[in-house]
């Protein structure tokens, strides 16, 4: 005959409970600080502004090379479309750099009246200034 | 001595000090990584030597510069719709002689509030005013087939936040 000592089960199965919870608690922790440190949120800003101050200092005629992997990695990583990555709107002079899918993006303006287009090659994202007419 | 009691209690208690603990961590790395990179004084410099550098060549004023119908907007590649009413941008084209005196009338664009209000900051250090940068150089210049010196001032002024879109569209 088996006797199940239910007493002494008690206490074992609360430690276990408890340790699981706290050690979620602090996974969950750990997790939301990797993930905001090496966020899309931090990159999209610093790209969006990076580039909206090399159009305001550039000139006609240039080829402009950004260094662009941790975007396509971030991009990549969260499903997004490399083509809606980093938008240039001739129209209302703004960088729009969004690298996460359906969740909007940065935008920052620039003042340079140029015609503005961008490209992606591999790694490197390629600006390339002409006339506003060209 | 009520043992498990006291067990339980602590427990709750431990799940409540954890909350706040990760209540303050989460605060925290989000108003870290929330935070603006202010590259307001940036843009103002890059602004300012921008005009300077289209206006001046070699050490000499451009003529352009005192034609009446003078456009910077087309002579330094600078989008005229982005200087408009409301803009986040300012810049003012000073031109003195050697005395001090103003040699043409100013030239201006962008939101003109900008000036007084660099110049309240400048003093308190406020966190929403505009930032500016003066950029001061000594200039010749041909006027009536003599050469004169003058001195150019342009100051330029950002206060350009970033703007989080909700809809791609280009």
């Given at each position: 005959?088996?006797?199940?000592?239910?007493?002494?089960?008690?206490?074992?199965?609360?430690?276990?409970?408890?340790?699981?919870?706290?050690?979620?608690?602090?996974?969950?922790?750990?997790?939301?600080?990797?993930?905001?440190?090496?966020?899309?949120?931090?990159?999209?800003?610093?790209?969006?502004?990076?580039?909206?101050?090399?159009?305001?200092?550039?000139?006609?005629?240039?080829?402009?090379?950004?260094?662009?992997?941790?975007?396509?990695?971030?991009?990549?990583?969260?499903?997004?479309?490399?083509?809606?990555?980093?938008?240039?709107?001739?129209?209302?002079?703004?960088?729009?750099?969004?690298?996460?899918?359906?969740?909007?993006?940065?935008?920052?303006?620039?003042?340079?009246?140029?015609?503005?287009?961008?490209?992606?090659?591999?790694?490197?994202?390629?600006?390339?200034?002409?006339?506003?007419?060209? | 001595?009520?043992?498990?009691?006291?067990?339980?209690?602590?427990?709750?208690?431990?799940?409540?000090?954890?909350?706040?603990?990760?209540?303050?961590?989460?605060a925290g790395v989000l108003?870290?990584?929330?935070?603006?990179?202010?590259?307001?004084?940036?843009?103002?410099?890059?602004?300012?030597?921008?005009?300077?550098?289209?206006?001046?060549?070699?050490?000499?004023?451009?003529?352009?510069?005192?034609?009446?119908?003078?456009?910077?907007?087309?002579?330094?590649?600078?989008?005229?719709?982005?200087?408009?009413?409301?803009?986040?941008?300012?810049?003012?084209?000073?031109?003195?002689?050697?005395?001090?005196?103003?040699?043409?009338?100013?030239?201006?664009?962008?939101?003109?509030?900008?000036?007084?209000?660099?110049?309240?900051?400048?003093?308190?250090?406020?966190?929403?005013?505009?930032?500016?940068?003066?950029?001061?150089?000594?200039?010749?210049?041909?006027v009536e087939g003599e050469?004169?010196?003058?001195?150019?001032?342009?100051?330029?002024?950002?206060?350009?936040?970033?703007?989080?879109?909700?809809?791609?569209?280009?």
């Amino acid at each position: 005959m088996i006797i199940k000592n239910k007493k002494g089960d008690a206490p074992i199965i609360e430690t276990v409970i408890f340790i699981t919870l706290n050690v979620a608690f602090f996974v969950l922790f750990l997790v939301f600080i990797f993930r905001s440190a090496a966020g899309a949120v931090v990159y999209e800003q610093a790209y969006a502004k990076q580039i909206a101050l090399l159009l305001d200092g550039a000139k006609p005629g240039m080829a402009i090379v950004v260094n662009f992997e941790p975007g396509i990695r971030i991009a990549d990583k969260n499903k997004q479309n490399l083509d809606e990555a980093v938008k240039i709107n001739n129209e209302t002079n703004s960088v729009i750099v969004s690298l996460l899918p359906g969740k909007g993006g940065v935008s920052y303006q620039f003042f340079s009246d140029y015609n503005i287009q961008t490209r992606l090659d591999k790694t490197s994202l390629i600006i390339n200034v002409g006339e506003k007419n060209e | 001595m009520n043992k498990k009691g006291t067990e339980k209690i602590l427990s709750v208690w431990w799940f409540f000090v954890i909350a706040v603990i990760g209540f303050g961590i989460v605060a925290g790395v989000l108003i870290y990584y929330s935070a603006e990179a202010d590259v307001r004084e940036v843009e103002a410099d890059v602004l300012s030597g921008k005009i300077v550098n289209c206006i001046s060549e070699q050490g000499f004023l451009k003529n352009d510069v005192f034609v009446k119908n003078f456009d910077i907007y087309s002579v330094c590649g600078l989008d005229k719709e982005v200087f408009s009413s409301g803009s986040n941008f300012y810049f003012r084209i000073s031109v003195f002689d050697e005395t001090g005196k103003l040699f043409r009338e100013n030239i201006i664009g962008g939101d003109a509030s900008f000036e007084k209000d660099c110049k309240i900051a400048t003093g308190i250090g406020a966190k929403r005013f505009p930032k500016c940068v003066t950029k001061n150089k000594s200039l010749f210049f041909f006027v009536e087939g003599e050469i004169k010196k003058i001195n150019l001032e342009v100051l330029a002024g950002s206060n350009q936040i970033t703007r989080k879109v909700l809809v791609i569209g280009v």
